[in-house]
């Protein structure tokens, strides 16, 4: 069935060095996909976006990178910092049976973890 | 309120039991959606309100759940019968109109524990 996932459940990198976060999609018709970052005891919190159009988008500290030839998305944040430890999950944004309205298809999230 | 508030922040109830969750939206928004999350996964859609009517519920599991919207505010998310395998965080959030062209807020969630 179709699906949203992630390469890789737990990534640990040096505090300042920069991280990436991939995901995997395989819903072809997907036009908007968006980033999340979850603390502990948190919901969801918005990073970044990015709709099919594009294939690179930045942000503060945060890059986020579409290839839809592979279905493959990324998140690249830079100089990491203790905050950035979290889960990250990506998001697939997938028409509602009302016109205009839409879901989240979330995949199951990569644990970051920033180290000192 | 400046955010999405969901009460109670925690919830632990006996299996079989009923319960309901809340979800006061950000002040305007007019789209609100249920999703759950249940421990190490990401969350996963329930249900969405435009206004007060229940537009999608194409998530809710089985008919143990119901949400209402009566004024296109405040929701509540009903579980009956309460089952171990309901145990989850239950998470709200609302959107300006429901389109593509503006995010979510989330809240911080229920968690419910169910014994």
């Keep these: 069935g179709e699906s949203v996932g992630l390469h890789l459940p737990t990534l640990s990198v040096q505090e300042g060095d920069n991280s990436i976060i991939n995901c995997a999609y395989s819903n072809s018709a997907s036009d908007y996909f968006i980033w999340y970052k979850q603390e502990s005891g948190k919901g969801p919190q918005f990073i970044i ?7 690179k988008r930045q942000g503060q500290r945060v890059t986020v ?15 990491t910092q203790p905050g ?4 990250y ?3 697939e944004n997938r028409p509602s049976t009302i016109q205009g309205a839409q879901k989240l298809v979330f995949g199951q999230g990569t644990r970051l973890t920033i180290n000192p | 309120g400046a955010g999405v508030s969901q009460t109670p922040s925690n919830k632990v109830t006996e299996k ?20 759950r999350q249940s421990l190490g996964q990401g969350p996963e859609f329930l249900i969405y309100f435009q206004g007060t009517g229940a537009a999608d519920d194409s998530g809710l599991p089985n008919d143990r759940f119901f949400a209402v919207r009566p004024e296109g505010s405040v929701s509540t998310l009903k579980i009956q019968r309460t089952e171990r395998g309901d145990s ?12 593509t062209n503006y995010g979510y807020t989330f809240g911080s969630g229920t968690r419910l524990t169910v014994v």
């Design chain 1, 89 to 91: 999950f990506c998001a």
């Design chain 2, 88 to 99: 989850a965080v239950y998470l709200c959030a609302s959107s300006l109109t429901g389109g």
């Design chain 1, 49 to 55: 976006d990015i709709r099919s159009n594009m294939d």
């Design chain 1, 65 to 79: 990178l579409l290839n839809k030839t592979v279905k493959h998305l990324s998140l690249q944040i830079a100089a």
């Design chain 2, 16 to 35: 079989g039991k009923y319960v309901e969750l809340r979800c006061d939206p950000i002040s305007g928004h007019t789209a609100l959606y249920w999703y």
């Design chain 1, 84 to 87: 950035d430890s979290a889960v």
